[in-house]
């Protein structure tokens, strides 16, 4: 009994400076953000988290639209992924290597990320270039020696959506590289033939599939549902839920289709209009990049198998049931809660204000 008023202005002190620091917390995350959970408050803000994966992200950024959301996806997903650089590199439906370079760049200033360092890779093929990689430089030259010397630094994860022409211009030009890094690669119909990404250089790839690199290979398959051509959104869904999404650019940015825009939701309206068949609002198109960046910040989105590494003959999967070598296969994604977690993404970058 004695102690009951010492207790009782401890109890007061105690509601009151829960009280204060909850007003304080609410105060913080409703000034900056939509309403989302405190979790993802916390998720959000967590830049320094020692769990986050440092990657570089080598991207045919002017091939179609895929690979602007997905790098987008990624910068925004900074309590996940820790972007160390990009490089590019041409594919023959982006045009030549300055377009990537340039739409890689407005999407790195759409996101206020322009001090990640944005590199030039491979204009022309593997089998184009490999002869010419011991000269002071070569086509690629920027883009290999960056991937080099930052995975020498520390563990950095390669997510590769385009042609893997700089991957394996690395490992061509240092065999130890393969010792020292991951690859997440989205390409292939595995096991049907054809696919953007593999036609681009399938020598390139045959040579990462030979080499002794972690190699994850994040399906494509056209028309399927199990690849991550079934991880669609509709010309409606960008419509509706992006104009104005993510945060204001410092300076405007004029688009690959002309126009200017302040932020990535503005521009994605646009890659969507002038992509083909904009007057369909039905329209769906497959962010087959943005899978692949996903799967790494939540394995639960798609299933994944090791198989006995095969190899591209004459354009056809021949398998190699007795090879040792084995690699990581994507398939089977989870479409609902890898567009929720876009969209999600796509908000939680907004600010509250606009
Ligand atoms: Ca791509």
């Known amino acids: 009994m004695l102690n009951r008023p010492y207790n009782t202005s401890f109890f007061t002190f105690i509601v009151c400076f829960l009280f204060i620091l909850c007003i304080g917390c609410g105060e913080k995350k409703n000034s900056n953000y939509d309403a989302i959970s405190e979790s993802q408050v916390t998720l959000t803000t967590d830049k320094n988290s020692p769990k986050r994966i440092k990657v570089i992200f080598d991207t045919d950024a002017n091939n179609e639209l895929d690979d602007q959301h997905a790098l987008a996806y990624l910068l925004f997903n900074e309590h996940a992924f820790e972007t160390i650089g990009v490089t590019v590199n041409a594919t023959i439906n982006g045009g030549e290597l300055k377009n990537h370079y340039d739409e890689a760049q407005r999407i790195l200033k759409l996101c206020n990320k322009e001090d990640i360092p944005l590199i030039n890779g491979a204009d022309k093929s593997y089998s184009e270039i490999e002869n010419t990689i011991d000269k002071s430089d070569y086509d690629g030259r920027e883009a290999v020696d ?71 290979m994040v399906t ?35 688009g690959r289709h002309d126009g200017v825009f302040n932020t990535f939701g503005d521009y994605s309206v646009s890659l969507f209009k002038n992509i083909e068949a904009h007057d369909n609002e039905s329209y769906t198109r497959a962010l087959f990049d943005m899978v692949a960046v996903a799967v790494l910040k939540n394995q639960s989105w798609g299933k994944t198998r090791t198989i006995a590494t095969p190899i591209l003959i004459d354009g056809k999967w021949v398998e190699r049931p007795n090879n040792s070598r084995k690699i990581v296969l994507w398939e089977d994604f989870n479409k609902e809660a890898l567009l929720a977690d876009f969209f999600e993404t796509m908000q939680k970058a907004t600010p509250k204000t606009k």
Not at 147 to 153: H, M, P, Q, R, Y
Not at 220 to 244: C, F, K, L, Q
Request: hydrophobic share 35%.
């Open 146 to 216: 960056f991937i080099l010397n930052e995975t020498k630094k520390d563990s950095v994860t390669i997510i590769a959506v385009g042609k893997l022409t700089n991957i394996a211009l690395a490992l061509k030009k240092d065999s130890t590289f393969a010792n020292r890094t991951k690859i997440v690669w989205l390409g292939s119909n595995y096991p049907h033939p054809g696919e953007y990404n593999q036609e681009n250089d399938t020598v390139a790839m045959n040579y990462v599939l030979n080499s002794s690199i972690p190699f994850e």
């Open 220 to 254: 494509v398959r056209y028309g399927e549902p199990s690849g991550t051509d079934a991880v669609g959104v509709s010309v409606h869904e960008i419509n509706s839920r992006m104009p104005g999404k993510g945060p204001i650019a410092k300076e405007a940015v004029i």
